[in-house]
């Protein structure tokens, strides 16, 4: 566990025992996460108001947003709630539904208002908030943004039985997948060309460039301004590779492999399965287009049939999985020698 002036490699180092790849990302959220709770501190030093950096995540599903900000949580023992932005949008009560939102952050904080009101609120699907196409601004996810944007900046929210809440220094992280948004920065973006590009370095810096997002490209997706001025922080999170996706099964601390790994153990069997079983979930995961959602789905319905029959036969004392497609061998303990 880290504290709250944990450094941003010490956050990152953390991060990376739960949340693979994403480096970039892991790295902006680790630099804001240490600046927020520097300037929290300064301010309280200095009776000065905080300046709010909330920071906005953009990447596919199942690519590890929530993920990322729920380990951070844990990390530095925060609170942590999330909440979707679309349930926001079809209430017509945004107010009710946020005060709900923020009272699951006292709930997690023990009833604890000082540590809710340092906590990290994760709102997900913030771009289904945009007008719909074609249409003039004005909807229900315009009028969402504005509430949204009143607790984000600070205020000061009423959770009945006369306890108030105050936003000021919660972090709020927002998450989305945008959809079209390539397109728009594409169609923004000038050609850097002309830019020798012989180095892999130089390369890199000109992605960095050319996927930069610009508060403009927010509002062409279709966000209000004043919303994406609030969110000058922005992570973009990568679509998952097969090698990813093969390491995500195997490697962080609680990884669905070594979850099962223990079962099995528990019940006396060592539980062994060959690298191409995980390449052939990952195939299969990225055919599903979920990101990482659907690996756990795909292991389980491995193992189920193997462990309806394990508990039931204590001479088995390993089972080998060699493909998705084959049946699994069962090593069976030699029989007790007679005397
Ligand atoms: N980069 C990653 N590293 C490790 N696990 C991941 C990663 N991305 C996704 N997962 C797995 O997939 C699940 C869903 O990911 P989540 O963080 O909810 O995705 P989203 O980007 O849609 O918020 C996680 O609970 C985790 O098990
Ligand atoms: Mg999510």
């Known amino acids: ?19 693979i790849g994403q480096d970039d990302a892991k790295r902006i959220v680790a630099v804001a996460v240490y600046t927020h709770y520097r300037k929290i501190a300064r301010a309280k030093l200095e009776h000065v108001p905080v300046a709010k950096s909330n920071v906005l995540l953009i990447g596919p599903s199942g690519t590890g947003k929530t993920l990322l900000c729920e ?58 908030l945009k007008a719909p196409d074609g249409q003039p601004r004005g909807g229900s996810g315009e009028s969402v943004q504005h509430a949204l944007l009143k607790i984000m900046e600070g205020s ?65 997706f279709g966000l209000i301004p004043e919303f994406t001025g609030r969110l000058p922080i922005m992570a973009r999170f990568a679509e998952l590779s097969r090698d990813m996706l093969v390491r995500i099964l195997t490697e962080p601390k609680n990884s669905i492999y070594r979850q099962f790994v223990e079962i099995f ?38 193992l189920t049939p193997i462990l309806y029959v394990v508990p039931d036969d204590p001479s088995i004392r390993e089972v080998q999985v060699a ?14 020698p007679k005397a």
């Open 156 to 220: 000061q929210v009423k959770l009945g039985a006369g306890t108030y809440i105050d936003t000021t220094d919660i972090l709020f992280v927002c998450g989305g997948a945008f959809v079209g948004l390539d397109e728009i920065i594409a169609s923004q973006t000038h050609g850097y060309g002309f830019i020798a590009t012989t180095s892999g370095d130089n390369q890199r810096i000109l992605d960095r460039l050319n996927t930069r997002v610009k508060p403009t490209d927010l509002f062409t």
């Open 1 to 19: 566990m880290l504290d709250e002036s944990a450094t941003p490699s010490a956050i990152v180092r953390y991060l990376d025992q739960y949340v």
């Open 323 to 336: 493909s998705l497609f084959n049946e699994p061998v069962f090593v069976r303990r030699a029989a007790e």
């Open 71 to 128: 380990t951070l949580s844990h990390a530095l023992a925060l609170p942590f709630v999330t909440a979707e932005a679309t349930s926001l949008a079809q209430t017509r009560y945004v107010n009710e539904e946020i005060e709900a939102v923020l009272q699951r952050l006292v709930d997690k904080a023990g009833g604890d208002i000082e540590r809710a009101q340092r906590g990290i609120v994760f709102i997900d699907e913030i771009d289904k």
């Open 265 to 302: 153990g528990n019940e006396g069997v060592e539980l062994k399965v060959a690298a191409r079983v995980f390449e052939q979930i990952a195939e299969l995961a990225i055919e599903y287009k979920t990101g990482a959602r659907s690996l756990r789905g795909i292991f389980e319905e491995l």
